[in-house]
């Protein structure tokens, strides 16, 4: 319990130091992570159920050969490559935007910075390496974001790719 109040407490200091700006890119960072996780939810607990159920409509057919039979065939893949592309646009966008979002935290930052050299002058320097540090540490925190998310994205994208290609090498194409 004890290690959980430290870990919030440099969660807090460290959210605090960033600035406000780092709450934003804690919100994308996480929408970002449930959405991925849901879509590998679906590709090893749903989409297995649905390629079964796809192949198994497709060997009941009398007719695989005929070229209504093949515009059928071409449908069931449409439906299921759209249900697996489902929100990976979504993730890529989340990515994209977390550097952006952090780089918005290094411009308000850099704005703080100002206002102290205006208001206090260069004599105190105290006050312009908080704002410094407001400036930086948001935009490390994008980019590591968007390197976490970029990683398991690019895998993601590529296990659907595989996925798909499962199902159209099952169906056979007479």
Not at 5 to 24: K, P, Q
Not at 90 to 106: F, R
Not at 121 to 126: D, E, I, K, L, V
């Amino acid at each position: 319990m004890l290690y959980l109040m430290e870990l919030w407490e440099s969660i807090r200091d460290f959210l605090a130091t960033g600035g406000d700006v780092l709450y934003i890119v804690m919100g994308v960072l996480f929408l970002m992570w449930v959405l991925m996780i849901e879509r590998y939810w679906y590709l090893t607990g749903a989409f297995p159920k649905l390629r079964k159920e796809i192949i198994a409509k497709w060997d009941a057919r009398k007719d695989t050969t005929s070229w209504y039979a093949h515009r059928i065939r071409e449908a069931w893949i449409s439906e299921a490559n759209n249900k697996l592309n489902a929100r990976i646009l979504l993730i890529k966008t989340c990515v994209a935007l977390c550097p952006l979002v952090g780089l918005l935290g290094t411009v308000t930052g850099m704005i703080t910075v100002f206002e102290i050299m205006a208001v206090q002058g260069t004599g105190n320097p105290r006050l312009m390496a908080s704002g410094i540090s407001m400036a930086t540490i948001p935009t490390m925190a994008g980019m590591v974001a968007a390197l976490s998310g970029m990683f398991f994205a690019t895998r993601l994208e590529s296990k659907v790719r595989r996925a798909k290609e499962g199902l159209v090498d099952s169906l056979p194409h007479h």
